[in-house]
């Protein structure tokens, strides 16, 4: 055994291998440095994050990112203004698009993965200006996020709390705690996200499973509900805003409500796209990013659409708790009023204790995204450099330095005016998302684009997404309408909001502008198909996943030469491997 390991220790292919990767590393970053006025210094050790997250952690990471306090709780409100039916249509067609959406960044990634995100492949493939003004407005979403997740932190505990303790101090914890986190690595982040995100898929598949059976009349009411509200009040409802007593009949108004759904299922799957940034720290990554993507359509269907069709089995739209839910606790979630109905007690407690780890997982990977997204800008020169560097185990510390301050903004839920004005901020950003999915679209349009025009087919790539091109053309033409439309409902009634609208649709001519005005001064140009860049860092990337290869290889073979010895590792890929 002992000879055996020396051997692969000493295994010359691996060694060439790690020196090719080193030299081209070396290579590639004088080539970025020298290529791009604005970036001065060259990317040394000090500047790179490390390939620490495994395979299992990037796929549940995905699937967790698409989990959380929107399908919780956000669902009630989609309930009682569209219906069962609405929302059963909604939340299904926006989820084939982020389906469309993830099966199109995970094709662009697994070719050549880059470490900046959305920066970086926008720069590549479309344009630098693309680039910085995608950058920016996501650098903007991810520093209001995690304050809001703070305070959400606190409205949750306050369940139990009732403003006994202050705010200040849970407030105080979160932040403390996932700062922590991700000043210890990305290795670290992995394990604990990975943990919390099987938390969630154990916790929607148990909601999923009871609220079919209090749906076939399982519970201690012993009410077979069934379909009988989608019959009445109906599956369509007409649209009503009590704020602007407004309401819209007919046929007119079932549609508004449908649209105004549209909106509402966007922003349930927000956040799904934080694979993208995960990715570039993954440890072989055309191996480990097709296995998160291929499930992606599956999980979707199970955990949104399922628990969808129920709630609308078993939680009447008309119901006086569910119209009379606020905040973000357990009271506000579907889920916990059809628990209520069913006459099941104790489980409104263990679901707001389930949302309290959805939210503090929420936090934890915002800060993530925040500190990894001004990394890639820094990285791509359009940013200060000092947030470029990374300490010894790769951690952007700086970056997370400027998430940690922007948290402090939580601190202003402890005053009512400033809460209000907080919200606005929370509504700027909300269209940050939508605009990361055009993008990430875009950007595969050109990648195919940039493939057909340079002779190199799709199917010699590592991982090709389904029904292309025409599954990219229709979901950004979904987003541009959805982008458009975002806050039409200000324009409902006699009154006009003008604050819901401003707030709601500031971001795009930010966007917008950002890009213009970056084109203007540095005149950048929109790359043609055949002068994309298909082939910089192509050869590292080859040359590593040869390594990650050897190095399975090499494990392989000291299994099998310990008699195929069925240890912790060998049950989990027979049981879970499969699925994570």
Known sequence: MKDLEKNFAGNKLVNDLQSVVSRHTDEYNLSVARSNPIYSHDL????????????????MIALGGSIGTGLLISTGTSLKTGGAGSMFIAYTFIGLVIYAVMTAIGEVATFIV????FTSYAKRYCSSSLGVAVGYVYLIKYLILPP?????????INFWNNDRISPGVFITIILVVITLINLFGVKLFGQVEFWLSCFKVVTCTGLIILLLIIALGGGPDGDRRGFRYWQDPGAFLEYSNSAKNLTIDGSKGKFVSFVSLLVTAVF????????????AEAARPRKSIPKAIKLTLYRIIFFYV????????????????????????????????????????IL???????????????ANSDMYICSRTIYGLAIEGYAPKIFAKTNKIGVPIYG???????????????SSSSAEVFSYFVNVVSLAGLIAWFSVLLIHIRFMAALKAQGIPRSSLSYTAPLQPYLSYGAITVCTIIILIKNFTAFLGDTFDYKGFITGYIILPVFVLTFLIHKIIYKTKFWKAHEIDLVTHLDVIEAEEEVFAAKEAEEHAIWEAEGKPKNAAWWYEKIFGWIF
């Open 44 to 59: 040394d050790p000090d500047h790179q994050l490390k390939k620490d997250l495994k395979s299992r952690e990037i796929s």
């Open 114 to 117: 880059l470490p900046g995100g």
């Open 148 to 156: 809001n997740q703070a305070t959400s932190f606190y409205l949750v």
């Open 268 to 279: 349930a799957y927000t956040g799904t796209e934080l694979a993208v940034i995960v990715f």
């Open 306 to 345: 399922f628990s969808i069709l129920f709630l609308g089995m078993c939680v009447n739209p008309k119901d006086k708790l569910l119209l009379g839910a606020s905040g973000t606790d357990a009271s506000a979630s579907p889920f916990v009023i059809a628990i209520k109905n069913a006459k099941i007690k």
């Open 348 to 362: 409104d407690h263990i679901i707001n204790a389930c949302i309290l780890v959805f939210v503090f997982s929420a």
């Open 400 to 414: 997370i330095l400027l998430s940690f301050l922007f948290c402090c903004l939580a601190f202003m839920s402890l």
